[in-house]
């Protein structure tokens, strides 16, 4: 049986792992030859003390082997986009019909919302009836059909990263940059595609801190990427603030179908049109800036927005969101004071939305995708006194009025 205290060892001492002693510790673990404990020094080892970049490339690749790849050869070229996650960030939903509308193929797998952050899926499925769980077979035949298509993540693909990321969540293990890396790497390099976009966000509403920390994380991922003969493009992004306007499944939802209608040029719609316009250059070898015309006219004519239709209706998810406006909250928060928006604690915003329901904690859970707030102002933005800042969106007034005192602190007006 393979020995994870002498790999671990040799780590520390800054000996290079093989290719093979990587595989063996990474399958004994995922085949639970091994036991979490068993494996736990190997994780460890790499958190405290680093590997260097081939070694990050074999952990990533047995991580990827652990699982099935999709192959998209039929679709030949595919763009895959992925956000590092953060606060109010509904770019996917914005993208993939865009994309979609210029012939850039997207076949896109999300995940459930994550700590602080809300998921794509979650927020897809604020379209009743939508299907986030159907077969690959049948999303390459959206994709085929429609250009693009958003489902759900398999569980068949990299299934080691399932299990080392509950290991690290269990232990503390999380924000290590070589760990996060190889756990995104293995799930975009399962999912065939050929060009990789990753938009890496920092400040108090990612996973990354600061600007160094996020161009580390992208340097090791692209190392990752290319090392796969990907093309990989990196995206830097600040978030100190909420993307768009609003937190919480429905909410956020909306949000997008306003910026498709382009009735909304917040944050969230810049930011959408720079990382589409990106995908259409890559994909078509175009100029950034000729693929941003195309970009901005599909919103404008609104074949983006029929294209979600499309979509939507494609997946059995019920159109009624596209016509509803937002509703009158149980809660309005107004200000206190006249001055200016200085900042916002972004995370802490995140993690009260995710306390009301909206992200599955345990396994059973259901999701609460109505709940959510809504914010009306940007940093620098100027506040008058009674002015609302938060509409809170609860499943009853009691949960409102707690919801409401904690976010009152999460913004500082001055
Ligand atoms: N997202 C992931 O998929 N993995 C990490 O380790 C962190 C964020
Ligand atoms: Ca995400």
């Known amino acids: 049986m393979i020995d994870i205290n002498k790999i671990a060892e040799k780590i520390k001492n800054k000996i290079s792992l093989t290719k093979a002693e990587i595989y063996e510790a990474v399958d004994s673990y995922t085949k639970n030859i091994i036991s979490d404990e068993q494996f ?8 405290d003390y680093n590997i260097s970049d081939k070694e990050l490339y074999y952990l990533t690749m047995a991580m990827l082997d652990s699982g099935e790849k999709l192959n998209l050869t039929n679709l030949k070229s595919v763009v895959d986009k ?30 459930r919302g994550l700590g602080f952050t809300g998921g794509t899926c979650d927020k897809l499925e604020s379209f009743k009836g939508y299907k986030t769980d159907i077969d690959i077979q049948q999303a390459i035949q959206l994709v085929q059909q429609n250009g693009g298509c958003m489902l759900t993540t398999s569980k068949e693909l990299a299934p080691a990263d399932k299990k ?27 999912c065939g595609a050929n ?34 003969n990907k093309k990989v ?10 993307l768009g306007y609003n937190v919480g499944p429905k909410l956020e939802t909306m949000e997008a179908i306003k910026v498709l209608k382009g009735e909304e040029k917040s944050n969230l719609y810049h930011d959408s049109v720079r990382l589409a316009s990106i995908c259409v250059s890559l994909d078509k070898h175009i100029p950034y800036i000729v693929a941003k015309h195309k970009v901005k006219k599909v919103i404008k004519n609104k074949t983006a927005l029929n294209k979600l239709k499309t979509m939507v209706s494609c997946q ?15 809660l309005i928060i107004k200000s206190n004071k006249k001055g200016k928006v200085i900042s916002f604690n972004t995370k802490e915003i995140g993690n009260i939305v995710a306390k009301m329901g909206t992200v599955k904690i345990e396994e059973n859970d259901t999701i609460n995708y109505d709940n959510g707030i809504r914010t009306f102002h940007k940093i620098g933005d100027k506040v008058k006194i009674n002015e609302p800042i938060f509409y809170i969106y609860a499943s009853s007034t009691q949960m409102a009025e707690e919801v409401g005192n904690k976010l009152k602190k999460c913004i500082e007006i001055k």
Do not use: W
């Open 40 to 47: 736990l020094p190997f994780i460890k080892a790499i958190y």
């Open 82 to 111: 992925h956000s590092t996650g953060g606060v109010s960030d509904t770019t996917t939903i914005i993208i993939v019909p865009i994309c979609a509308c210029l012939n850039t193929k997207m076949l896109k797998l999300s995940g």
């Open 164 to 190: 080392i990321y509950a290991l690290r969540n269990k232990t503390g293990l999380v924000d290590n940059i070589s760990l996060i890396a190889s756990s995104i790497m293995s799930k975009k390099l399962a």
């Open 195 to 228: 060009i990789i976009v990753l938009d890496v966000k920092y400040g108090n509403g990612a996973f990354m801190p600061n600007k160094k920390s996020a161009k580390i994380l992208a340097k090791k991922m692209k190392r990752i990427g290319e090392y796969a």
């Open 233 to 242: 493009k990196i995206v830097l992004g600040k978030m100190n603030q909420p």
């Open 316 to 330: 059995k998810g019920s159109l009624d969101l596209f016509d509803e406006d937002y509703k009158t909250p149980t």
